[in-house]
């Protein structure tokens, strides 16, 4: 248990950790009723009117990602919170008296979400790389596991009261009650020293920055695989708010305080698995693949939920294994790059992360509507269970791995994976294979975390 917490040890880290989590759930108190507001107030439960929502608010982290990356690893990255953070309360602000007002309509939902966008993605690859100024290396992926744990408490909480307040009182005061928690996530980093803070290699000024960190990826085939994983798993399985709203106000005929709800009960699967990854340490190639194909299989059963309470139990192993995977990627993808690459590389991770959903979202939108919910989350199900088989598949290659059949073997050891070369791989010459040397024939992973047998 101490290893799972461990940089909260970190005065720094424990500053930024209490408000992140006070933001975040201001942020989740918002996006739950910017999207009951669009589905059930300014539109007749129009899943796709949703998915453009999702799209606009999404969708700059597409075009953006490598000018906010270079800025990422160029300039200091606190200065660059405080600027972000401040519009972001600036914009919550401005929408949250509109709605109470009475004036706002669908576009002006359009609009703001398209700004926040603009915003957002200018902060993600600052916000994930500044982590990396508050912990040690080795402390890193415990670091990016909190901060996911810290993301998915919200999600437990910001949903479940958004629900409420949003029918008690509206979404307008839940927009400015978000405005109010931002101030959390600005007296934090108020209160963080810059001095204290670990000094890391800056990118040099010049042209040619930007095409020097896609080369960078290019170069690195691991890196490649993980981003394009999270691609398919991001555009068109990530789409949870779709999925719920659909599923709770069409399939289940419920209202916001249900949709807040089955929200947070989701969240406490996404809870565990953030949990799980920060005790783990290092971070695998495996468990990013395994958690997608499991993603992929709790996906299929929760489409087929006969009732809202079957559907929230089924979306507790959802939430759990998405969180695993995504958690996995993010930290192996951290620390595994150089740091003066850090930004660039992650402002790419998040551009494919979040960039995806323009196309995703509307599409689900589109099969919610036409084909129903269940068929939605049926797309979730398809995109884990592709993203596993590529993912296997790369590493089968990435180890010149061959499946062999023993005749004599009983059950799954009937299949065996190992070394496609003739002498396996050498070990100082001796030409000796993997498993003579006591490694697992499977454990494709050894092979190829943190770059040990890519180029790199």
């Known amino acids: 248990m101490t290893s799972t917490f461990k940089s909260l040890h970190i005065l720094n880290y424990r500053i930024w950790f209490i408000g992140a989590l006070i933001s975040n759930i201001g942020t989740w108190m918002q996006r739950t009723a910017q999207d009951w ?68 309509q669908l576009w002006h939902v359009y609009g703001f979400a398209l700004l926040l966008g603009v915003v ?8 994930q790389t500044f982590v990396s100024e508050l912990v040690r290396d080795d402390y890193l992926p415990n670091a990016v596991a909190l901060n996911s744990a810290s993301f998915n408490v919200a999600r437990m909480i910001g949903p479940a009261v958004a629900g409420v307040l949003t029918v008690a ?16 996530m600005l007296l934090s980093l108020w209160r963080i020293p810059a001095a204290s803070l670990r000094q890391l290699p800056k990118a040099a000024a010049g042209k040619g920055r930007i095409r020097e960190g896609l080369r960078y990826v290019r170069f690195r085939p691991d890196i490649v695989v993980v981003l394009v994983a999270v691609f398919i798993v991001g555009t068109l399985g990530l789409n949870f708010v779709l999925f719920i709203a659909a599923m709770v106000g069409t399939e289940f005929g419920l209202d916001a305080s249900a949709f807040g709800l089955m929200n947070s009960i989701m969240a406490i ?15 695998r190639l495996r468990f ?17 939920a006969p009732d809202y309470f079957w559907f929230g139990v089924a979306l507790v192993p959802v939430g759990l294994f998405a969180i695993t995977m995504m958690t996995s990627a993010n930290g192996y993808v951290q620390t595994t790059t150089d740091p003066v690459m850090r930004g660039r590389v992650m402002a790419l991770y998040m551009a494919i992360f979040m960039g995806g959903t323009p196309i995703g979202a509307p599409l689900v939108g589109w099969v919610a509507n036409v084909a129903g919910p269940r068929w939605s989350m049926g797309v979730a199900a398809a995109s884990g269970l592709i993203a596993a088989l590529i993912g296997l598949l790369w590493i089968i290659r990435a180890r010149q791995l061959r499946i062999r059949f023993d005749r004599r073997a009983r059950g799954l050891h009937y299949f065996r994976l190992e070394s496609g070369t003739a002498g396996g791989r050498s ?25 040990d047998d890519v180029e790199r």
């Open 37 to 104: 507001l669009v589905f059930a107030h300014l539109t007749e439960h129009d899943a796709g009117a949703m998915g453009i929502t999702m799209a606009l608010q999404l969708g700059p982290q597409l075009f953006l990602a490598p000018v906010a990356g270079l800025v990422a690893d160029r300039f200091n990255r606190k200065q660059l919170l405080v600027m972000t953070q401040s519009a972001m309360a600036l914009l919550s602000a401005a929408l949250g008296i509109l709605v109470i007002s009475g004036a706002a």
């Open 120 to 127: 957002s993605a200018l902060d993600a690859p600052v916000r």
């Open 169 to 184: 009182v509206g979404p307008g005061w839940v927009f400015l009650i978000n405005t109010v928690t931002f101030l959390a």
């Open 269 to 283: 699967g996404s809870v565990a698995g953030a949990l799980l990854s920060a005790g783990r340490g290092k971070p």
């Open 288 to 304: 990013i693949f395994g958690a997608a194909g499991a993603f992929g299989v709790t996906s299929g059963i929760a489409a087929l």
């Open 427 to 451: 070990n100082g010459g001796a030409g000796t294979s993997g498993a003579a040397r006591g490694r697992k024939p499977n454990d494709a992973d050894d092979a190829v975390d943190a770059g």
